[in-house]
């Protein structure tokens, strides 16, 4: 499934433009490392309660901040919520954690500017999400007309210089689920930001080569793209390889082979514009595991051995870097993070599950044998 480089034992550190590459023969097994930047999650579920503590500890481990998404139950709707939900994350990270979690509010019909002030004021409110009504977990509570009822909202969001993080996905029944994202880059997206181009959107877990192209298409700066490891890595063949897989759906869908490597081929070349986001939804097994599963893979735990492994089968591991820990805070305005983390060519098997007392989380490609493990320098 990865593909293994029979190389001699490599040190490549991509901290500048130019890398460094030592070579030692001192082993017979061949042996590669990358000393990174840390990385940054630019899309990220946390949950709450016992949810939040069992799976806070992984995205701590590998990444220097996240943009926490606010679909709870009740929504994080206010700037006095964000700070409420931020404060019981941070409780909840290990003692000596330099983790931090950057906030967001969830968009809704009733929002209004002045809560756009408030969060700017904030200092931890770094985006607004948008979830059309019913696009995925906990969207209920989502926008049901972006220009008719969100305006004003939208233009003050100009003015406070807050992204837009947009769920792309229309939810009109009588559109198909796997064209969802097309329909909605040509019926919401693009009159959008015609109506306000100075508007920063970031598009999250784009999964078609229709959203590259759309991307790849405007103003650099003001738009820009999150990938998930589960879309640089799966075809919708992955949800029924074998039976019917819970654990491999989420929304967005997985789409056809020729997306997967469109966006591939977009996260390798260097592009500015896309940057990395888990979009780690973890869901207890009986949640994914029933009638109606869940939509959310939960993937912190592997999601930097799988994206060095995109880019090492790509040919791309100098861009690597860049993609991980240099384009997100770049578009957002936040200084790259000083600490460093090391990207070791080294199998592990990742755990079938992992048991709490609420019950069992399954991580993306349970059981199987990665290539890559993350260690913090």
Request: some cysteine.
């Amino acid at each position: 499934m990865m593909k293994t480089l029979f190389l001699p034992y490599q040190v490549l550190n991509f901290s500048s433009k130019k890398f460094e590459v030592h070579q030692r023969l001192h082993s017979k097994v061949p042996k590669m490392e990358l000393t990174i930047t840390q990385p940054d999650d630019w899309h990220l579920h946390l949950r709450d309660g016992d949810l939040l503590k069992a799976v806070i500890s992984s995205s701590a481990k590998h990444f220097g901040r996240a943009i926490v998404m606010p679909n709870l139950r009740p929504p994080i709707t206010s700037a006095a919520a964000a700070l409420a939900y931020q404060e019981s994350i941070f409780k909840a990270l290990p003692r000596d954690s330099n983790f931090t979690p950057l906030m967001t509010l969830y968009l809704t019909d009733m929002t209004g500017p002045d809560e756009i002030k408030v969060a700017k004021r904030s200092g931890v409110v770094y985006g607004v999400k948008l979830y059309p009504a019913g696009a995925t977990t906990n969207s209920q509570d989502g926008v049901t007309d972006l220009l008719g009822k969100c305006l004003p909202v939208l233009e003050e969001m100009v003015r406070q210089n807050i992204p837009l993080l947009v769920h792309g996905e229309v939810t009109d029944p009588s559109v198909d689920i796997f064209d969802r994202e097309k329909v909605f880059i040509e019926t919401i997206l693009e009159p959008l930001l015609q109506r306000l181009p100075q508007l920063k959107v970031v598009m999250e877990h784009i999964t078609t080569m229709d959203a590259v192209k759309f991307v790849e298409s405007c103003k650099e700066g003001y738009v820009a793209a999150t990938v998930t490891p589960q879309h640089l890595l799966l075809n919708r063949n992955a949800l029924f390889h074998g039976g019917l897989q819970p654990h491999n759906y989420c929304l967005p869908v997985l789409k056809r082979e020729i997306h997967r490597q469109a966006i591939v081929s977009a996260v390798t070349s260097g592009s500015k514009r896309f940057f990395l986001g888990t979009d780690s939804a973890p869901h207890e097994r009986h949640k994914k595991e029933c009638p109606c599963g869940c939509a959310g893979i939960y993937n912190s735990p592997v999601a930097l051995s799988l994206y060095a492994s995109v880019f090492e089968e790509a040919g791309a591991l100098d861009k690597l870097e860049a993609f991980t820990s240099f384009n997100g805070p770049d578009f957002y305005g936040l200084p790259r993070n000083s600490s460093k983390i090391k990207l070791r060519k080294a199998q592990w098997r990742v755990p079938e599950s992992f048991s709490f007392p609420f019950g069992d989380i399954v991580p993306m490609f349970a059981g199987k044998t990665l290539e890559w493990e993350a260690i913090l320098v």
